[in-house]
């Protein structure tokens, strides 16, 4: 079993700042990338930053220059530092992460987390 467990949502004001975290536990075998993505209300669940093994991290367009997301290989943990918060980053933000599990090391799979709610409103 695969867990990905996300921390640090919640309400901030426009041009304010969270920090994301997600933590990944279980019978993991190594884990290939992870990321971020979000899904506001009425709209479609969009990729928000994924970072993958060895490589650079990919952001899409709207959040460049403001979010950053970084990757603790020895926790298993990816972190979204938030910041210049608009009301449109308003969405439930969710963690995912390619990985293959210590059953099967060489079928990759893709697992998320519940979600975390972030809200940017003044």
């Known amino acids: 079993q695969v867990q990905l467990q996300e921390f640090g949502g919640g309400l901030v004001q426009p041009g304010g700042s969270l920090r994301l975290s997600c933590a990944a536990s279980?019978?993991?075998?190594?884990?290939?990338?992870m990321g971020w993505y979000r899904q506001a209300p009425g709209k479609q669940r969009e990729l928000v930053a994924t970072?993958?093994?060895?490589?650079?991290?990919n952001y899409v367009d709207s959040v460049k220059g403001r979010f950053t997301i970084s990757r603790d290989k020895a926790k298993n943990t990816v972190y979204l530092e938030m910041n210049s918060l608009k009301p449109e980053d308003t969405a439930v933000y969710f963690c995912?992460?390619?990985?293959?599990?210590?059953?099967?090391?060489?079928?990759?799979?893709?697992?998320w987390g519940q979600g975390t709610q972030v809200t940017v409103s003044s």
């Open positions: 995912s992460a390619e990985l293959s599990t210590e059953s099967d090391p060489m079928l990759l799979g893709d697992y």
């Open positions: 279980g019978s993991i075998w190594s884990i290939q990338a």
């Open positions: 970072v993958p093994d060895g490589g650079s991290a």
